[in-house]
C-alpha cells in the first residue's frame, strides 16, 4: 500500500500547488496575507498588522484599502508558508501590468508588487501592477469572456475590463414587490432574475458552484472542544453561542444581501 506524500522545506514546491486546496510560498521578503490563511510555515518568518510602523513604506505603496486593513498581515522572512482555506480550491494567478478585481474573501496573499485598492463595488478588492497572487474559490475557477451575464453568487471577479452593472428579468421587477427589490436589492435575488452584467474586453473569473454558505469572521477557529480558542462562545446576552459553519470565500453577510450580491 502506497504511504502518504511527506514533505519538508526541500521537497515542498516553490510558489506552487501542494495539491488542489494548498498552496506553498517560498517567501524570500515580502507577501501580504490574509488573517486566518497560512495554515503551517518553515524558516524564520514575522508576521507584523498592516500599519504597523516600520512598515510604512510598504503599506504606503502596497496597500490602499483602510476598510480591509485590519483583516491582513505583512509576512516577512525566508521560509515556505503554506496557504489553505478551509478545502476550497486555491491556485495562483499572475497579473502583468493589469487589473483584477476579486471578491475580498477570495484573494489569501499577494506580492508587494502589486498594489491593493478598494473597489467601488462593495465587497471586491483591486489589485493593479505586476505579481502573483493566491485565490480561493468554491470549486474550480472558469474563465469566460464579455458579452456575459454572471450569477452574483458565482462570481469570483474580472480582469481587465469595465465593472458590471446590474440586470433584472422582467419577471423579478414585475409588481409592486418586485419594484422594491430592484431599488433596494433587498429580497430573493437568485441568478435566475438578477444578473451581473459584464461587456467590453477582458475576462470574468467564475467559480464553479453558485453555493454560498454561512458565515465565519476571518481567522475564526471551529467552535470544537479540544480546539484552542474554540468551543462554544457567549452571545451577546450571554447565552452559549452557536459556532457558524464555514462560509464560501467572499461571502458578505449582511451586506451582500443589501446590495444583491
Not at 78 to 96: I, K
Not at 182 to 206: D, K, M, N, R, W
Request: proline share 8%; glycine share 18%; net charge negative.
Amino acid at each position: 500500500m502506497t504511504g502518504p506524500v511527506v514533505y519538508d522545506p526541500q521537497t515542498l514546491p516553490a510558489d506552487d500547488n501542494v495539491d488542489a486546496y494548498t498552496f506553498c510560498v517560498a517567501l524570500d521578503g515580502q507577501w501580504f496575507l490574509q488573517k486566518g490563511k497560512m495554515i503551517a510555515y518553515y524558516g524564520e518568518i514575522t508576521f507584523d498588522g498592516v500599519g504597523h510602523g516600520r512598515l510604512d513604506r510598504l503599506v504606503a505603496g502596497s496597500f490602499h484599502s483602510p476598510l480591509h486593513a485590519a483583516d491582513w498581515v505583512v509576512a516577512e522572512g525566508r521560509g515556505r508558508m503554506l496557504l489553505a482555506d478551509r478545502a476550497f480550491d486555491v491556485n495562483s494567478f499572475d497579473l502583468e501590468d493589469g487589473n483584477l478585481t476579486i471578491r475580498s474573501g477570495n484573494l489569501l496573499a499577494f506580492q508587494p508588487g502589486l498594489s491593493l485598492k478598494q473597489s467601488i463595488i462593495p465587497g471586491f478588492l483591486t489589485l493593479i501592477g505586476t505579481g502573483k497572487f493566491v485565490a480561493a474559490s468554491n470549486g474550480p475557477v472558469v474563465f469566460v469572456e464579455p458579452p456575459i451575464r454572471v450569477d452574483p453568487q458565482a462570481l469570483v471577479g474580472w480582469a481587465d475590463c469595465p465593472s458590471p452593472c446590474h440586470h433584472y428579468d422582467h419577471g423579478y421587477l414585475r409588481g409592486v414587490l418586485g419594484g422594491v427589490r430592484a431599488l433596494t436589492g433587498i429580497g430573493g435575488a437568485s441568478g435566475e432574475e438578477h444578473q451581473f452584467e459584464f461587456t467590453g474586453a477582458g475576462q470574468v473569473l467564475l467559480q464553479s458552484t453558485e453555493q454560498l454558505l454561512d458565515e465565519r469572521a476571518t481567522g475564526g477557529v471551529p467552535g470544537e472542544p479540544g480546539v484552542p480558542g474554540g468551543g462554544h462562545r457567549a452571545g451577546p446576552s450571554g447565552a452559549p453561542g452557536t459556532p457558524g459553519g464555514p462560509q464560501s470565500p467572499g461571502g458578505l453577510g449582511g451586506l451582500q444581501r443589501r446590495f444583491g450580491l
